[in-house]
């Protein structure tokens, strides 16, 4: 059995375990409440430009001959290279957060792979960029310190090479890959292909009647290219902020199991002290009364 001493340090050590991980559930539960209102407001502004866009390129692509004449909604056959950008925490201590998405990014890597089709693999977040450079990886761009922080400039700047590229037929496709948020306990793994824009989800009858504009037709695709350039840099933007919503939802489940398991350590060390202590007890008084009977 244990000695007394070492088990009343390990209570000691896993005592103050716990203190540290149910400060942390606090400070996560905190942030997420900032957190997932942003996400929430920011949530509405991405259904309403997507509600635009789709209004305008349904007319165009149901009353125009030809469709919708934009590399933007060019749907490509045989894809040379695509653009994969992922987002991961730049912290961990958040259960299986971060590791549901580089397994995401590998799936889609390998099925690429398996069509010869080139990888431009880009990374924001400490844990995956250092998951994918420690595995030699090549990533395209990378950044560590935007994920925790999100920041619509530079988010903007960092989507911006790859809508350049594509524009330009130097890209086939870009996809972006997150953990989102979905409520308190639960986050949702995102696989989205951000271009080009899926033309199947416009209904022709619902743009003529739910239209909420008048614009003259020759502005139409106009203005439809500037909405699409806007929209990329909003999903790169919206899911560095629903990232970050599901990483401090993750942790703060992550440090309560943390603290619940330390507490039942706790209990079940506080046993094995008593009985170890019961033993002793037991032992000394056979001691003594052994003393006393050899001296009859």
């Known amino acids: ?7 009343q340090r390990q209570i000691k050590s896993v005592s103050n375990t716990q203190k540290t991980t149910r400060a942390m559930k606090l400070v996560s539960t905190a942030k ?3 957190a997932e209102e942003l996400a929430r407001r920011s949530r509405l502004y991405s259904d309403k430009l997507n509600q635009v866009i789709a209004e305008i390129a349904g007319r165009l692509k149901c009353n125009t001959v030809g469709g919708i004449d934009s ?5 490509v056959d045989n894809a040379h290279t695509v653009d994969i950008i992922f987002v991961t925490a730049d912290k961990g201590l958040c259960g299986g957060f971060n590791i549901q998405t580089i397994k995401a990014v590998k799936k889609l890597l390998k099925e690429y792979k398996d069509k010869d089709v ?9 844990k995956g960029v250092e998951f ?3 595995n030699e990886t090549e990533l395209f761009e990378s950044v560590i310190d935007l994920s925790s922080k999100p920041d619509k400039k530079r988010s903007d700047e960092f989507i911006k090479t790859s809508i350049e590229d594509f524009n330009d037929g130097k890209v086939d496709a870009v996809h972006i890959i997150y953990n989102g948020f979905k409520n308190m306990m639960t986050q949702e793994l995102h696989v989205n292909r951000i271009l080009p824009v899926d033309t199947e989800k416009f209904d022709c009858e619902a743009s003529e009647a739910q239209s909420m504009l008048e614009i003259e037709a020759q502005d139409e695709e106009k203005m439809l290219n500037s909405l699409v350039t806007k929209y990329v840099e909003y999903n790169m933007y919206y899911a560095l902020i629903d990232s970050v919503a599901a990483e401090h939802s993750a942790r703060m489940q992550a440090m309560d199991t943390a603290t619940n398991n330390a507490k039942d350590m706790v209990k079940s060390l506080n046993v094995e002290f008593n009985k170890a202590r019961q033993a002793a007890i037991t032992t000394e008084l056979i001691e003594i009364i052994s003393g006393v009977e050899s001296m009859k």
């Open 132 to 134: 994918f450079k420690y």
């Open 118 to 126: 080139k990888v431009r693999l880009s990374g924001i977040g400490k």
């Open 71 to 75: 590399r933007y909604f060019e749907e």
């Open 1 to 7: 059995m244990a000695n007394l001493k070492d088990i």
């Open 32 to 34: 997420l409440r900032r």
